[in-house]
């Protein structure tokens, strides 16, 4: 039995779960402030636009409105590579933990996660502020381009509503995958 099948290697994989948590906390928070900034400067200096060769203004400061789907998008993405992780690892602690305890605590957290109440995922408070967030901000963005009279750029707000919702469905399938995979493994089937 190497080092790493023993309570060490369980401490590593907590310490993994819990590195993917610091992460996952990071990543909100900069979701949030690099929204804001954009935000900020988007709304906050309407009509000063940027300076261009020759004192003529070579863009209006609400274009930069247009990253905003882009940042979400890409925070979104980091967001749920890190929720696969720790679901990853919750399941192969399930799997082939040795340790009672950790073993029924993941088990109950797993049928929680799947059948939660009703039918309701019982941890879909947490998707639904990063997807909320991430429609609420796209559709902000395209509401206020349209208003602003860019019609074509407020396009982009749309855009980000369509990431986000490929983003969010893909994130659940391979969630499901996960679990199917896992429930193969228990069963002896994979």
């Not at 990253?67 to 192969?92: E, H, W």
Request: hydrophobic fraction near 45%; charge should be neutral; include cysteine.
């Amino acid at each position: 039995m190497s080092d790493t099948d023993g309570p060490a290697g369980m401490d590593k994989l907590r310490d993994e779960i819990i590195e993917a948590q610091r992460g996952h906390l990071d990543m909100v928070k900069w979701k949030i402030m690099l929204v804001a900034a954009l935000g900020a400067v988007g709304l906050g200096f309407q009509g000063v636009g940027l300076s261009g060769a020759g004192g003529r203004t070579a863009l209006p400061a609400h274009y930069v409105l247009c990253l905003i789907p882009f940042v979400c998008a890409y925070c979104d993405l980091m967001l749920c590579t890190l929720l696969l992780r720790m679901r990853a690892i919750g399941a192969f602690i399930r799997h082939r933990g040795r340790w009672k305890l950790l073993t029924d605590y993941e088990d109950c957290i797993a049928s929680l996660r799947r059948n939660g109440n009703g039918g309701a995922r019982l941890f879909g408070f947490e998707e639904f502020a990063v997807f909320g967030a991430s429609y609420l901000f796209s559709g902000l963005v395209a509401l206020v381009l349209f208003l602003l009279g860019e019609t074509a750029l407020s396009c982009l707000g749309l855009f980000g509503l369509g990431c986000t919702r490929l983003i969010q469905c893909r994130f659940h399938k391979k969630s499901d995958m996960l679990d199917e995979f896992m429930h193969d493994k228990e069963a002896g089937t994979s």
